[in-house]
């Protein structure tokens, strides 16, 4: 069974917590976790590069010079790609890059990557996660003492100002509230500082 460290806001551990097996505890599928994070950076992109192609170019029509007897090669277009100036070949359009991933891919991503951090001992739960006033130095202080310097995702169960605020100039550091996770987030942060009731939402959304 899974366990994670809990601290309480003194950034002192209080003991341990024991975490959902088929959550927390699977064998971390590598193929859906790469499928899972080219699918959030196609979606991401934003798709936006355009440029010409030859039948777009502002060029007269006209052939340049006769077919023969000039001693040059044959020409057609001015705006030819082969032309400096010219149209580009299969040019480039604005489209979107963005697609969908099954379901049960997209859940067996996001178990692969709890189980990963859950693995790796970078899960720490928090009880009772809240600050009284924005302060960054405060916040960042309570992220040293808990072992979550550097990089660190930080779960709430719901949007909370006060959190957000305090965090958001910390280097490295993100939030985001359990109904939304990210497979892409849990991969490229370090520590999961995750609030007690977070969590619990977290095991209850993917138990079923």
């Known amino acids: 069974m899974p366990t994670a460290k809990v601290f309480n806001m003194a950034g002192e551990k209080i003991g341990e917590i024991e975490l959902s097996e088929a959550i927390f505890g699977i064998e971390p599928n590598k193929s859906v976790l790469h499928d899972s994070v080219k699918n959030h950076l196609a979606n991401c992109r934003q798709g936006t590069q355009s440029a010409l192609t030859k039948g777009e170019v502002s060029y007269t029509t006209k052939k340049p010079w006769r077919q023969k007897g000039t001693g040059r090669a044959r020409a057609g ?25 099954n379901k049960k891919v997209k ?24 600050v009284e006033e924005i302060k960054t130095k405060a916040f960042k ?6 072992g979550a310097e550097g990089k660190a995702l930080v779960v709430t169960e719901a949007v909370d100002e006060m959190i957000v605020k305090s965090a958001r100039n910390i280097p490295g550091v993100a ?7 990210s ?22 959304v993917y138990s079923k």
Do not use: C
Request: charged letters at 20%.
């Open 77 to 101: 277009y001015a705006g030819a790609p082969e032309w400096y100036h010219g149209g580009v070949a299969f040019a480039p359009k604005p489209r979107d890059y963005g697609y969908t991933l």
């Open 107 to 130: 859940r067996l991503a996001m178990k692969s990557a709890l189980s990963a951090k859950a693995a790796a001992d970078e899960i720490v739960v928090i009880d009772g996660l809240k």
């Open 141 to 146: 202080g309570f992220l040293n003492k808990i």
């Open 175 to 181: 939030t985001t509230i359990a109904t939304i996770l």
């Open 183 to 204: 497979t892409y987030m849990l991969l490229t942060s370090g520590k999961m500082v995750v609030d007690k009731a977070a969590l619990t939402k977290i095991e209850e």
